[in-house]
C-alpha cells in the first residue's frame, strides 16, 4: 500500500522557516511527481509546488515563489519543502501528493484529480 507521510509542521513566528518532509513508500518516487498543497482553516485546498521527476521542473503559485522551494531526493525517497518568510496566511495543513507518470503538464498541475496518492498532511501555523 502506497503511503506518503508529511513531518515538521509545527509553530513558527511571522518571518521564520520551516522545512516539510515527505516521504513516500514503498513508490519507486522517480515514476511520480510529487506536490505540495495546502489547506486552511474554512478554505479549499490549494496548490503550493509541484516536482516532476524526469527533469525536476517545478512549478510554484505566485504567492510562494521566491519564498517556498521545492526538492526531491529519489534515492531516500524523499520530498522536500523549504518555507522561508512564513506569514501568517501561511497557515494550513500542508499534503503531499503523487502524480504517477512523473510529468504533471502545467494546465493540470494544480488539479487534485491528477494525483492519485495523498498523505494525511502536517499543521503549520505561523502566529506571533
Known amino acids: 500500500q502506497v503511503q506518503l507521510v508529511e513531518s515538521g509542521g509545527t509553530l513558527v513566528h511571522p518571518g521564520g522557516s520551516l522545512k516539510l518532509s515527505c516521504e513516500a513508500s514503498?513508490?519507486?518516487?522517480?515514476?511520480?511527481?510529487i506536490g505540495w498543497f495546502r489547506q486552511a482553516p474554512g478554505k479549499e485546498r490549494e496548490g503550493v509546488a509541484v516536482i516532476n521527476c524526469r527533469d525536476s521542473s517545478t512549478y510554484y503559485k505566485d504567492f510562494v515563489k521566491d519564498r517556498f522551494s521545492i526538492s526531491r531526493d529519489d534515492a531516500t525517497k524523499m520530498v522536500y519543502l523549504q518555507m522561508n518568510d512564513l506569514r501568517s496566511e501561511d497557515t494550513a495543513v500542508y499534503y503531499c501528493a503523487a502524480s504517477f507518470g512523473g510529468t504533471v503538464a502545467p494546465d493540470v498541475v494544480w488539479k487534485d484529480e491528477e494525483y492519485s496518492y495523498w498523505g494525511q498532511g502536517t499543521q503549520v501555523t505561523v502566529a506571533s
Open positions: 514503498p513508490l519507486t518516487l522517480e515514476y511520480y511527481a
